[in-house]
């Protein structure tokens, strides 16, 4: 069922909604909220709700600073935490941004993503699907209810994150995505101590962004109650396995069907998938710096844990940056296994979907699949297969990202200038620190 402005409001009043978050998200992949009371219910699905911007960092420039938000009648949904004192509920409203013109604002990411979503409608398909699998460590908290992070003191390792204390902690974050409409499709420990993965069934792209944000605060949420903090850094433990969130996608067809799926090839791909596949390694290091976007990034996209290091794809095994996993019908997907979960869900999305647009635009055909592990080939094979190495820090990142017109494109000018201004300053500030280990390495050295 479809939602529409009188069920929304009747809907609030029969669950005893009293306030209701209007949210969206930043470049920097931060959701960001503006909390009405029910009374301004009604004016704000009438598209009438207006924020001030200019709070918001990055988002907006001076002069623009009244935005309208825009309410996705879809995303309504209430939660069932946060209950206030008198027993009120609270809901929320995923929300587009628009100008005081009344124009989609250039700096709002979901908007951004309907933007090259139209582009791919205008090429013969009618959506783009995204199944994410997050990783995230439950770290347990001081006193002071401050993340500790006593690994390194190798005495407590296992002490750490006592299992069922993480793995109760994960049936409820479960039971909370269930009764939010997430169709849970796996929930397991992780490679390292303390880490987690929860897996859904995908969604078109809109949504499955909506609930990569949702998900997110549901899991720290969750997780506050149970006295722990989840972070979704990529690395936070030298010498354990990195935190990914690889992107699952497919292209559906005006008539519904999968158009990655072919009965009639030897691989079952269609030309389209391969397409696809090809745009995907062609821009691999220019969409990096999006779908990778912390300095601490590039501390996961290392060899020996299972992240990829190498623009390579393969149907077979696990090592290069994109796999093609054995299903087929409905289920033909591309997996892109570098993305990490601190990249904002609507920018990563729209620069793969450019990407492997892109591909199929200018039937660029992709290298041979190395169904080889490729942490094992030397530099030499790797050259001769035509191998490259993805950009190993966000400095180089951001390069090969400026360096694309086609890729800045996929974000506009407007996001493109400032996640590029932003990344700068935090690459620059990164390399002015004196870490521990040059401490370690050279103090007593030298
Ligand atoms: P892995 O084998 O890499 O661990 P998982 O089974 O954990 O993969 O996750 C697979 C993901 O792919 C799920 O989110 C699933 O819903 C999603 N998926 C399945 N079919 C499609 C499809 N056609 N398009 C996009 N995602 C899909
Ligand atoms: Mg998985
Ligand atoms: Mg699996
Ligand atoms: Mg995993
Ligand atoms: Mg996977």
Redesign the pocket.
């Given at each position: 069922t479809k939602w529409t402005k009188d069920r929304i409001i009747a809907d609030a009043h029969e669950n005893n909604v009293h306030f209701i978050r209007l949210m969206f998200t930043d470049i920097r992949g931060t959701i960001k909220n503006v909390e009405i009371p029910l009374t301004q219910l009604e004016k704000a699905l009438e598209n009438n709700m207006t924020f001030d911007g200019s709070s918001i960092e990055g988002f907006v420039r001076i002069e623009e600073s009244d935005m309208y938000l825009i309410p996705d009648y879809d995303s309504w949904m209430i939660f069932n935490w946060d209950v206030p004192s008198d027993g009120g509920r609270i809901a929320c409203l995923i929300c587009d941004v628009d100008t005081t013109k009344r124009e989609p604002f250039l700096g709002d990411p979901r908007g951004n993503l309907r933007r090259v979503l139209d582009k791919m409608e205008a090429l013969g398909f009618s959506s783009f699907?995204?199944?994410?699998?997050p990783e995230f460590f439950l770290l347990k908290l001081d006193e002071d209810g401050r993340p500790t992070m006593d690994l390194n003191d190798d005495g407590g390792y296992f002490d750490f994150a006592p299992t069922d204390l993480g793995e109760n902690c994960r049936r409820d974050i479960v039971l909370e995505l269930e009764r939010l409409d997430f169709e849970i499709?796996?929930s397991h420990h992780e490679v390292a101590p303390g880490q987690h993965?929860i897996?859904?069934?995908?969604n078109d792209a809109i949504r499955a962004c909506d609930k990569i944000q949702l998900f997110k605060l549901i899991v720290k949420t969750v997780a506050r109650r149970h006295n722990l903090y989840a972070t979704f850094m990529p690395k936070p433990i030298y010498g354990e396995s990195g935190s990914g969130m690889?992107f699952?996608?497919?292209l559906f067809d005006k008539e519904g069907k999968?158009a990655?799926f072919d009965e009639s090839t030897p691989d079952q791909l269609s030309k389209d998938a391969h397409y696809f596949i090809g745009g995907l390694i062609k821009h691999a290091s220019a969409y990096t710096a999006i779908c990778n976007p912390l300095v601490n990034s590039y501390k996961r996209l290392v060899e020996g844990y299972e992240a990829p290091v190498y623009i390579a794809w393969s149907e077979r095994n696990r090592s290069p940056l994109i796999?093609i996993?054995s299903?087929r019908g409905?289920?033909?997907?591309i997996?892109l296994r570098s993305v990490d979960p601190s990249a904002n869900p609507y920018l990563a999305l729209a620069v793969i979907l450019q990407a492997g647009l892109d591909g199929i635009e200018n039937k660029i055909e992709p290298p041979m699949p190395i169904d080889r592990n490729i942490y094992t080939m030397t530099p030499e094979e790797r050259m001769a297969e035509g191998v490259f190495d993805l950009p190993s820090s966000l400095s180089e990142a951001i390069a090969e990202f400026e360096a694309s017109p086609i890729m800045r494109d996929a974000l506009g000018p407007h996001i493109s200038g400032n996640f590029i201004a932003e990344k700068t300053m935090e690459f620059e500030s990164y390399k002015k620190q004196v870490t521990q280990w040059e401490l370690n390495k050279y103090l007593m050295m030298y």
């Open positions: 699907n995204l199944g994410p699998e499709e796996a993965e897996d859904w069934k995908y690889h699952n996608v497919s999968n990655f796999r996993p299903s409905n289920s033909t997907r997996e």
